[in-house]
C-alpha cells in the first residue's frame, strides 16, 4: 500500500523559525502541523475544524513550504507480509498526490491537540505584544521555538511573571487564569 506523506523543505523549516516568507497565520498553523511523520489524511483529521482544507496544503506544496514523500507501507490485515517485520521505507519525493484525498469533518465539542497548541501560540503572541511589550522579546522567542504543548506549560510561569511585572497583579491573574485554561482543558 502506497500512502503519502509530506515534510518541511527548508523553506518551510524557515518560515517557521524567522517568518521570512510571511505566510498567512492559517497557512502557518497547517504548516506547524506536517512533521514528515503523518499522513495528509492524519493531518488534515486534526486541521478540518480549525477550516483548514486540502486545498491549503496544495497551497503549502506549490509554494514549496512541503514536500509530498510517497512511503511503501504494509498493512496490518494481510497474514502473507506481516511478519516480514519491513518499515515503512519512504521512496522518491513526488510533486503532488496522485489522488485528492477525501476527509470527513468530525465534530468534536473540546479542541483538538492541534487547535489547542495553535490556541496557545496564539494567546501567548497576543498577550505578550500587548502586555508586555519589547520585554517580552526573550519570552517572544522561547514561543517561537515551542512544539509541544508541554513548551508552553513550561513558559507559563515566566510568562506570568513577566505580565505581573509590567501590567500588575489583576491582569496578571486574568492572563493567567485564561492561559490555564488553555493549558488543562483546551476550552477557552
Do not use: C, W
Not at 497548541?117 to 522579546?137: C, D, H, M, P, V
Amino acid at each position: 500500500m502506497t500512502v503519502i506523506i509530506y515534510d518541511k523543505t527548508e523553506k518551510g523549516r524557515e518560515e517557521i523559525a524567522t517568518r521570512k516568507h510571511q505566510l498567512a497565520s492559517r497557512l502557518r498553523t497547517l504548516l506547524v502541523m506536517v512533521d514528515g511523520k503523518h499522513t495528509n489524511d492524519d493531518i488534515m483529521r486534526k486541521v478540518t475544524g480549525l477550516g483548514l482544507t486540502e486545498q491549503n496544503m496544495q497551497e503549502l506544496l506549490e509554494q514549496d513550504f512541503i514536500v509530498a514523500i510517497t512511503v511503501q507501507s504494509i498493512p496490518a490485515a494481510s497474514n502473507t507480509h506481516a511478519s516480514s517485520g519491513t518499515p515503512a521505507t519512504p521512496a522518491a519525493p513526488v510533486a503532488k498526490p496522485s489522488e485528492p484525498a477525501t476527509v470527513a469533518a468530525p465534530s468534536l465539542p473540546a479542541m483538538t491537540d492541534a487547535e489547542r497548541f495553535q490556541a496557545l501560540y496564539n494567546f501567548f503572541n497576543e498577550t505578550i505584544k500587548s502586555a508586555i511589550g519589547l520585554r517580552g522579546y526573550g519570552l517572544q522567542l522561547k514561543v517561537e521555538r515551542a512544539s509541544t504543548i508541554d513548551d508552553f506549560r513550561e513558559l507559563r510561569q515566566a510568562y506570568v511573571e513577566a505580565v505581573q511585572k509590567a501590567k500588575g497583579p489583576e491582569m496578571a491573574r486574568s492572563l493567567r487564569d485564561r492561559l490555564d485554561q488553555l493549558l488543562n482543558d483546551g476550552n477557552a
